[in-house]
T-cell receptor, first 117, second 113 residues
Framework: AQTVTQSQPEMSVQEAETVTLSCTYD???????LFWYKQPPSRQMILVIR??????QNATENRFSVNFQKAAKSFSLKISDSQLGDTAMYFC??????????????FGTGTLLAVQP | GAVVSQHPSWVICKSGTSVKIECRSL??????MFWYRQFPKQSLMLMAT?????????EQGVEKDKFLINHASLTLSTLTVTSAHPEDSSFYIC?????????FGSGTQLSVL
């Protein structure tokens, strides 16, 4: 069974600085997707970034980028130029998109990020 | 991104009553939707996978008679919490898959008195 681990329950960063959130996972699959979702105080789940395991290039979305290390099963999120609106709970998630009914999203426990002014 | 609409946003009900939560895909068809439950300051826990035109697949430990799921069309899935009790109070979120991404509804806060 797949598992996702986020070892940082809470983190804090100053506005305009850079912060990295950690995530590790365990799977026997070779092809899969990894995601970072944010959940602000509104509790709306928002997709931040997605990485396809067969791609070696790290995904980037504006200020958000990942460091995907497949062999180490590590998938960290880097937020550059942090903004107050980045304050949220961040969830790392795993999906096997080729498993039919099993293509469900498995979430980590989350990291609460606070951006300080 | 794709839009998933969930209603109601919050509901308060008396113990023993049933509550229905709707999840709609507004600009796409969803043969599969997912229902999650989230307790305060915790992660999302998958409850069940809703399949259009067939029975839902429930995760281990989730009572299918307590949490009834109906996916009657390609754009609508409903979750009915039957005979609700205070321990069913929680935040419920639906999601639908579009390609290789999951999009989420805005969630429903259920409070059972």
């Amino acid at each position: 069974a797949q598992t996702v681990t986020q070892s940082q329950p809470e983190m804090s960063v100053q506005e305009a600085e850079t912060v990295t959130l950690s995530c590790t996972y365990d799977t026997s699959e070779n092809n899969y997707y990894l995601f970072w979702y944010k959940q602000p105080p509104s509790r709306q789940m928002i997709l931040v970034i997605r990485q396809e395991a067969y791609k070696q290039q790290n995904a980037t979305e504006n200020r958000f980028s990942v460091n995907f290390q497949k062999a180490a099963k590590s998938f960290s999120l880097k937020i550059s130029d942090s903004q107050l609106g980045d304050t949220a709970m961040y969830f790392c998630a795993f999906m096997n998109p080729y498993g039919g009914a099993t293509n469900k999203l498995i979430f980590g426990t989350g990291t609460l990020l606070a951006v300080q002014p | 991104g794709a839009v998933v609409s969930q209603h109601p946003s919050w509901v308060i009900c008396k113990s023993g009553t049933s509550v229905k939560i709707e999840c709609r895909s507004l600009d796409f068809q969803a043969t599969t939707m997912f229902w999650y439950r989230q307790f305060p300051k915790q992660s999302l826990m998958l409850m069940a996978t809703s399949n259009e035109g067939s029975k839902a697949t429930y995760e281990q430990g989730v009572e299918k008679d307590k949490f009834l799921i109906n996916h009657a069309s390609l754009t609508l899935s409903t979750l009915t919490v039957t005979s609700a009790h205070p321990e069913d109070s929680s935040f419920y979120i639906c999601s639908a898959r579009v390609g290789g991404k999951l999009f989420f509804g805005s969630g429903t806060q259920l409070s059972v008195l």
